[in-house]
C-alpha cells in the first residue's frame, strides 16, 4: 500500500482507512443467534413445565375394546390417583374405554386390567370379596378367646385357610365344569416346597410358621395360575372352573391336617380352634391380597392403544415452551443489541497484502491474543529494518510491550497524550539499531486519544515507519484520532477471512485489517527479529549500475557518500537535564501567569 505523497507504479490505492470507509458496516439484529435462542429456549421451557406439570394432570390416554357401562372404582386393579380417570366413548364399530393418567405405562397396564377383568367376568368377583370381607369380619368373636396350644392354634390358621378358599370358590360367578384339570401337568416345585414348610411347621407346632407356609404356598399356586390353566390362553369358563376346582381341594386337604392336628387335643381346644377360625381368615385375607389376580394374568392382553392426550399437552406448549421461548429470545435480543453487524456480502476487511511495502509510514496491528500481535509489530518492523528505516513501535492496548521487549517501565503513551510530556523525550531504545519502543506509560488519569494524532505526526519527523499495537478494548476515539492517515491495519493471524472479533475491531475503529502470517517471527525476542532483520536484507535487490559512458578513458565512478550515522535517541545525562530545566520553566512561567493578575489586585 502506497503513501499518498509516494505515487505508486501500479496507479492510486486506499489505506486501510479508507477501505473500511468504503465497506461500511451496519448495526442490526442477528437473526441466527435469534433462532437459535428461541429454540433453545423453547426446549429449556418445555423440559421444565414436563418436570414442574403438576402430578394430577393426566398426559397420556390409553383405549381398548369395551362392553357395557363404564367400571366402578372398585374394579380398579391398583388404587385410583389423582387427575387418573375412565370413561366409556363411542367409535365406529362399538365402544371403548378410555383410561387418563399422567403417565403412559401406567394408562396402557389400567386399560388391559378392567378389560382383562370385563372380558372374563372378573370384574364381577369385586363385589362378592367385599361381600366375603365383611362377612368374616362379621363372625370374629367381640371378647378374647382362652390361650390355645400350639397344636390348636396350628389347626385353627388351617380351617380359617380353607373357609377362606372354599367361600372364595363359591363366590366365583362362573359355572363349575367338573373333570377339568386344576393345572398344568407335572408338580410345581415352589408348591412342592411351599408343601414341605407347612407340614414342617405342624410337627414343630409353630403356629407363626405355620401361618407364613400358608401365605407362601397360596402365592405358589396363584403364580401357577397365573402362568395359564389349563393352558395358556384358555377361555375365561375354563380358567374360572380350573381355579375353583384347585380351591376346593386344597381346602379339602387343609381340613384333612387340622383334623390331624387336633387329635391328640382336648374337646374344649377342638372348640377353640374352630371358635378362633374367623378371625384367623380375616388375617389370612389381608395377607395374600387379590386371590382372583392369576385368572387376570392369564387371560390374553387385549389390544391397547396409546397415545397422548391434545389438551394438556397443547398447554404445556403454549405455558412452557412458549415462556421459555419468549424469556430466552429477550435475553438474546438484549445480549445482541448493538452490536456490529456487517452487511450481507460485503466484507469489512481488505485483501491480504504486502508487509514488504514501504508506505504508507503508520501501521496498526491487533490479533486474537497479546503475544500474536507483539509478534506481527516484529514482522512489520523487521521490513522496515532491512531496509535501513528507523520503526517506532507504540503500545496502544494492554500488551505490555516493554515487558516483552525487557525495556524499562516508565512514562509513554498516556503521558504524551495528556501533553505533559514529548514523544521524543519518552521513546527509548528497544535493543537494536534503528528499532525504538514508546510504552503505554503509567498515568492516574484516563487516556485522552484526542491527542493522539498530534504524538504521531510529531513521531513520524523522525521514524520512517510507525507501528501502533492495540487490542480489542480499543475504543472508538482512536479511530477518530488517526482519520485523514494514510495507514495499514494488521490482524496477526495468516486468515482469508477474518474472524468475528476482527470484523467488531474494524467497525469500532474503522480501520479494515488484513491477515498477516507470524511463521517467520515464531517467538518475541530481539534475537528472532534481528535474524529475521538479516534474512529480509539479503533478499532485497541490488541497485543497478549506471550505464557506461563511450569515451576513451572512462571516468572514474564517484564514491558514495558514507551512509548517515543512525541517530540515537537516548537521552544522556546533558540532555535528561536540560528537560527536566524545559519542564520546570514551563511551570515556573505558568505560575508566574496565574499569579500576576492576583498581585495586581493587591
Known amino acids: 500500500m502506497r503513501d499518498p505523497i509516494t505515487p505508486s507504479p501500479h496507479g492510486p490505492s486506499m489505506s486501510a482507512r479508507e477501505d473500511a470507509i468504503q465497506t461500511p458496516a451496519r ?94 367376568g372378573i370384574d364381577a368377583l369385586e363385589s362378592a370379596r367385599a361381600s366375603l370381607l365383611e362377612a368374616w369380619g362379621s363372625q370374629v368373636e367381640p371378647a378374647p378367646l382362652p390361650p390355645f396350644t400350639p397344636a390348636a392354634e396350628c389347626a385353627s390358621f388351617l380351617l380359617a385357610d380353607a373357609q377362606r378358599r372354599r367361600d372364595l370358590a363359591h363366590a366365583l360367578p362362573m359355572p363349575y365344569a367338573a373333570g377339568l384339570a386344576a393345572g398344568p401337568v407335572g408338580r410345581d416345585p415352589a408348591v412342592a416346597r411351599a408343601e414341605e414348610a407347612l407340614a414342617a411347621s405342624l410337627r414343630a407346632a ?49 381340613e384333612v391336617l387340622a383334623a390331624r392336628a387336633l387329635e391328640d387335643q382336648t374337646p374344649f381346644q ?59 429470545l429477550l435475553a438474546a435480543w438484549l445480549g445482541l443489541r448493538g452490536r456490529p453487524v456487517r452487511a450481507p456480502g460485503r466484507a469489512p476487511f481488505v485483501p491480504a497484502r504486502d508487509p514488504a511495502e514501504a508506505a504508507p509510514w503508520l501501521h496498526v496491528v491487533a490479533g486474537p491474543s497479546p503475544v500474536a500481535a507483539v509478534r506481527a509489530a516484529l514482522e512489520l518492523a523487521a521490513h522496515a529494518l532491512a531496509r535501513r528505516e528507523r520503526v517506532l513501535v ?40 534503528g528499532f525504538y519502543l514508546l510504552a503505554r506509560g503509567r498515568s492516574s488519569r484516563a487516556a485522552t486519544w484526542a491527542g493522539l494524532g498530534r504524538c504521531l505526526d510529531e513521531a513520524r519527523q523522525h521514524f520512517g515507519r510507525v507501528i501502533v499495537v492495540v487490542d480489542r478494548t480499543t475504543p472508538r476515539e482512536f479511530g477518530d484520532s488517526v482519520a485523514g492517515r494514510p495507514l495499514e491495519g494488521w490482524w496477526a493471524a495468516p486468515v482469508g477471512r477474518l474472524p468475528e472479533r476482527a470484523i467488531e475491531l474494524t467497525t469500532r475503529l474503522g480501520i479494515a485489517f488484513s491477515g498477516i502470517g507470524l511463521k517467520q517471527v515464531p517467538e518475541v525476542s530481539l534475537e528472532v527479529l534481528g535474524a529475521r532483520v538479516a534474512a529480509l536484507a539479503a533478499t532485497l535487490p541490488i541497485a543497478a549500475e549506471p550505464p557506461e559512458q563511450v569515451v576513451a578513458e572512462p571516468a572514474p565512478l564517484p564514491v558514495p557518500p558514507p551512509l548517515p550515522e543512525p541517530i540515537v535517541l537516548d537521552c544522556d545525562l546533558q540532555v535528561r537535564q536540560r528537560l527536566r530545566f524545559l519542564a520546570w520553566m514551563r511551570r515556573v512561567q505558568s505560575e508566574s501567569r496565574q499569579g500576576s493578575p492576583r498581585a495586581a489586585s493587591h
Not at 407363626?208 to 389349563?230: H, S, T
Not at 390374553?300 to 430466552?328: F, N
Open 206 to 254: 409353630d403356629p407363626a410358621a405355620c401361618r407364613n407356609a400358608l401365605v407362601v404356598l397360596a402365592a405358589a399356586e396363584d403364580a401357577r395360575f397365573a402362568r395359564g390353566v389349563p393352558v395358556p390362553g384358555a377361555p375365561a369358563p375354563e380358567r374360572g372352573a380350573a381355579w375353583r376346582r384347585a380351591q376346593v381341594e386344597r381346602a379339602d386337604a387343609l
Open 270 to 328: 377342638n372348640e377353640l380352634a374352630e371358635a378362633g377360625a374367623p378371625e384367623r381368615v380375616v388375617r389370612l385375607a389381608a395377607a395374600m391380597g387379590d386371590p382372583y389376580a392369576p385368572l387376570v394374568a392369564a387371560a390374553s392382553p387385549p389390544p391397547v392403544e396409546l397415545g397422548p392426550l391434545p389438551g394438556p399437552w397443547a398447554r404445556l406448549l403454549l405455558l412452557g415452551g412458549g415462556l421459555g421461548a419468549l424469556v430466552a
Open 27 to 120: 448495526t442490526g439484529r442477528r437473526p441466527a443467534p435469534l433462532v437459535v435462542a428461541t429454540l433453545a429456549g423453547f426446549a429449556t421451557g418445555l423440559a421444565v413445565a414436563l418436570v414442574l406439570a403438576p402430578e394430577s394432570l393426566p398426559l397420556f390416554r390409553a383405549r381398548v375394546a369395551w362392553t357395557g357401562p363404564a367400571p366402578a372404582a372398585s374394579e380398579w386393579p391398583e388404587p385410583a390417583r389423582a387427575g387418573e380417570s375412565a370413561r366409556v366413548v363411542r367409535v365406529p364399530g362399538g365402544h371403548e374405554l378410555e383410561v387418563r393418567t399422567p403417565r403412559a405405562p401406567r394408562a396402557r397396564r389400567i386399560a388391559a386390567a378392567l378389560a382383562a377383568r370385563r372380558a372374563g
Open 394 to 433: 507504540v503500545d496502544a492496548g494492554g500488551t505490555k510491550l516493554h515487558e516483552r521487549l525487557r525495556r524499562d517501565s516508565r512514562w509513554g503513551l498516556e503521558e504524551c497524550l495528556h501533553g505533559a510530556m514529548p514523544v521524543l523525550g519518552l521513546v527509548q531504545y528497544a535493543g537494536r539499531p
